[in-house]
C-alpha cells in the first residue's frame, strides 16, 4: 500500500481549513487539539489511514497517509466545505472563480496563485504589484514613496506595510481553498509545478519532484534549526534570525540537485498553479448545486444581476474584514497580557505554589526600536493606517 508522509505543516498547507491555517502560522504548533483533530479527519476523506508517527529522522510527529480513496468521503455532518465560510466573503470569492472559468477567458494555464488572484478579480493589479515588491526592494521602496507622497503613511511607519502586504498574501491561501473546492466539484484540475531559477544561465527551469523534495525539506530544516516561519521572516527582515537563517537557505539552495544528482546552482524557486478545466458547461450551476444551493433561484433569475452583486459583496466583506482584523490586532497590543512565571523551590515554599502570574500592559518605554511604527499602536492609530492602504490599494466602489 503506498503511503505518503507529510509534516504537520505540509498537511496544514493542504488539507487545512482557513481557521487551521491562521492558527498554524501564529503557533508553529496544535496549541488547540481539536483544529488538529479537524485536520485528521479531513484527511481522512481522502486516505483511508491516517496515522500520527514519530519520523525517521528530526523532531516532533509526522502524518502517516496511506490508502488513498477513489473518490473524496463527504463530511459526517453532511458539510462539504471544510470550514470554508469561516471567513465569510470566501463564499463569494468561489462564485467569482467559477464564474471566470466559466466564460473561458483565462490567459494562462499555469501561473503563480496572486496571479490567478488578479485574474478572478480576487485582488487589484496595484496589489499584485506590492506582493511582488516582497522579492524587490528597489520596488517597496517606490511603494512606500508613492505612500508617503500621498499621505497614507509617514516616516518611521514603513513596516506597517509589511503587515498590509501579509493580509494580501492571505488571499493566495483562500484562493488554493476556492480551488481545492472547484476539484472536489469536478470543474477544474489543479495542482502545482515548481519552477526554479539558474543563477549562471539566467533561464527558469520546471523542476523535478526530487530537486523538490530536496528544497521543502531545507526550508524545513533551517526553519526548525532558527526557530522561524514564513510568518516571522516575512514581517522581521531585519531580525538575526531572519538574516542567518536567508544565509544558510541561500547556500543550501544553490546546492540541490537535478535527477542526475548534477547541482543546479538555484538562486530562488516558486510555484505556479495549472488550471486544467474539466467540466465545460454550467460550471457556476454545478458548483451551486454542491457547495451553495441556497443561491441558486437567484443565480437563475438574473444571473448578470448575481454575479455583479457577488462581486461587489466580496469586495466590502473583504474590505469590512481588514479592518476587523487591524482593530482586532490593535485592541490585543494594548490589552492585557498574563505572564506565568515559575518559581525557584525556595519562593515555592514561601508563596505555596509552583507558578506564580502576573498581569502586565506593553509598554511605549519598552518599544525603542521601530518606534514610529510602534507609535501607531499607542496612539491608537494603528487600524486607521490598514484601512488607508487598503483604500489605497484595494477596489474602488462606484
Given at each position: 500500500?503506498?503511503?505518503?508522509?507529510?509534516?504537520?505543516?505540509?498537511?496544514?498547507?493542504?488539507?487545512?481549513?482557513?481557521?487551521?491555517?491562521?492558527?498554524f502560522?501564529?503557533?508553529?504548533?496544535?496549541t488547540?487539539?481539536?483544529?488538529?483533530?479537524?485536520l485528521i479527519?479531513e484527511?481522512?476523506?481522502?486516505?483511508?489511514?491516517?496515522?500520527?508517527?514519530?519520523?525517521?529522522?528530526?523532531?516532533?510527529?509526522?502524518?502517516?497517509?496511506?490508502?488513498?480513496?477513489?473518490?473524496v468521503?463527504?463530511?459526517?455532518?453532511?458539510?462539504?466545505?471544510?470550514?470554508?465560510?469561516?471567513?465569510?466573503?470566501?463564499?463569494?470569492?468561489?462564485i467569482?472563480?467559477v464564474?471566470?472559468?466559466?466564460?473561458?477567458?483565462?490567459e494562462?494555464?499555469?501561473?503563480?496563485?496572486?496571479?490567478?488572484?488578479?485574474?478572478?478579480?480576487?485582488?487589484?493589479?496595484?496589489?499584485?504589484?506590492?506582493?511582488?515588491?516582497?522579492?524587490?526592494?528597489?520596488?517597496?521602496?517606490?511603494?512606500?514613496?508613492?505612500?508617503?507622497?500621498?499621505?497614507?503613511?509617514?516616516?518611521?511607519?514603513?513596516?506597517?506595510?509589511?503587515?498590509?502586504?501579509?493580509m494580501?498574501?492571505?488571499?493566495?491561501?483562500?484562493?488554493?481553498?476556492?480551488?481545492n473546492?472547484?476539484?472536489?466539484a469536478d470543474?477544474i484540475?489543479?495542482?502545482?509545478?515548481?519552477?526554479?531559477?539558474v543563477?549562471?544561465?539566467?533561464?527558469?527551469?520546471?523542476?523535478?519532484?526530487?530537486?523538490v523534495?530536496?528544497?521543502?525539506?531545507?526550508?524545513?530544516?533551517?526553519?526548525?534549526?532558527?526557530?522561524?516561519?514564513?510568518?516571522?521572516?516575512?514581517?522581521?527582515?531585519?531580525a538575526?534570525?531572519?538574516?542567518?537563517y536567508?544565509?544558510?537557505?541561500n547556500t543550501?539552495?544553490?546546492?540541490v540537485?537535478?535527477?542526475?544528482?548534477?547541482?543546479?546552482?538555484?538562486?530562488?524557486?516558486?510555484?505556479?498553479?495549472?488550471?486544467?478545466?474539466k467540466?465545460?458547461?454550467?460550471?457556476?450551476?454545478?458548483?451551486?448545486?454542491?457547495?451553495?444551493?441556497?443561491?441558486?433561484?437567484?443565480?437563475?433569475?438574473?444571473?448578470?444581476?448575481?454575479?455583479?452583486?457577488n462581486?461587489?459583496?466580496?469586495?466590502?466583506?473583504r474590505?469590512?474584514?481588514?479592518?476587523?482584523?487591524?482593530?482586532?490586532?490593535?485592541?490585543?497590543?494594548?490589552?492585557?497580557?498574563?505572564?506565568?512565571?515559575t518559581l525557584?523551590?525556595?519562593?515555592?515554599?514561601?508563596?505555596?505554589?509552583?507558578?506564580?502570574?502576573?498581569?502586565?500592559?506593553?509598554?511605549?518605554?519598552n518599544?525603542?526600536?521601530?518606534?514610529?511604527?510602534y507609535?501607531?499602536?499607542?496612539?491608537?492609530?494603528?487600524?486607521?493606517?490598514?484601512?488607508?492602504?487598503?483604500?489605497?490599494y484595494?477596489?474602488?466602489?462606484?
Amino acid at each position: 500500500m503506498n503511503t505518503l508522509i507529510l509534516t504537520k505543516r505540509e498537511a496544514v498547507e493542504t488539507y487545512g481549513s482557513e481557521d487551521c491555517k491562521k492558527h498554524f502560522e501564529k503557533y508553529r504548533k496544535f496549541t488547540n487539539k481539536d483544529l488538529e483533530k479537524s485536520l485528521i479527519n479531513e484527511m481522512r476523506r481522502y486516505y483511508y489511514s491516517v496515522e500520527v508517527v514519530k519520523p525517521e529522522k528530526g523532531r516532533g510527529y509526522v502524518y502517516k497517509l496511506s490508502g488513498k480513496k477513489d473518490g473524496v468521503t463527504a463530511k459526517e455532518d453532511g458539510r462539504i466545505n471544510n470550514g470554508a465560510w469561516s471567513i465569510p466573503y470566501t463564499k463569494n470569492m468561489d462564485i467569482m472563480v467559477v464564474s471566470v472559468l466559466e466564460q473561458g477567458i483565462m490567459e494562462e494555464t499555469a501561473q503563480p496563485l496572486s496571479k490567478w488572484a488578479v485574474n478572478f478579480g480576487l485582488i487589484t493589479p496595484n496589489m499584485y504589484e506590492l506582493l511582488q515588491s516582497r522579492y524587490n526592494e528597489l520596488m517597496r521602496s517606490q511603494h512606500l514613496q508613492d505612500l508617503k507622497a500621498n499621505n497614507i503613511i509617514f516616516e518611521g511607519e514603513d513596516r506597517i506595510l509589511d503587515d498590509f502586504t501579509y493580509m494580501v498574501k492571505e488571499i493566495n491561501n483562500q484562493l488554493a481553498g476556492t480551488l481545492n473546492r472547484m476539484q472536489r466539484a469536478d470543474i477544474i484540475e489543479y495542482y502545482p509545478v515548481y519552477k526554479g531559477h539558474v543563477i549562471e544561465t539566467g533561464e527558469t527551469i520546471t523542476l523535478n519532484e526530487n530537486t523538490v523534495k530536496q528544497i521543502l525539506t531545507l526550508k524545513r530544516n533551517l526553519m526548525e534549526k532558527h526557530d522561524v516561519n514564513d510568518w516571522y521572516i516575512s514581517l522581521y527582515k531585519n531580525a538575526p534570525k531572519t538574516k542567518v537563517y536567508y544565509q544558510e537557505w541561500n547556500t543550501g539552495l544553490a546546492q540541490v540537485t537535478d535527477e542526475k544528482s548534477e547541482v543546479l546552482g538555484l538562486d530562488y524557486y516558486y510555484r505556479v498553479y495549472a488550471i486544467i478545466l474539466k467540466a465545460r458547461k454550467k460550471k457556476v450551476i454545478k458548483y451551486l448545486e454542491k457547495y451553495n444551493k441556497d443561491v441558486i433561484e437567484r443565480f437563475r433569475q438574473n444571473e448578470e444581476l448575481f454575479l455583479n452583486d457577488n462581486e461587489s459583496n466580496y469586495h466590502r466583506e473583504r474590505h469590512d474584514y481588514v479592518l476587523r482584523e487591524a482593530q482586532e490586532e490593535e485592541n490585543k497590543f494594548l490589552g492585557k497580557k498574563t505572564i506565568t512565571y515559575t518559581l525557584d523551590k525556595s519562593l515555592q515554599e514561601v508563596y505555596g505554589t509552583e507558578t506564580i502570574s502576573k498581569t502586565v500592559y506593553n509598554e511605549r518605554d519598552n518599544f525603542t526600536f521601530d518606534e514610529g511604527y510602534y507609535a501607531l499602536y499607542f496612539e491608537k492609530l494603528y487600524a486607521e493606517r490598514i484601512n488607508k492602504l487598503q483604500e489605497y490599494y484595494g477596489y474602488k466602489f462606484k
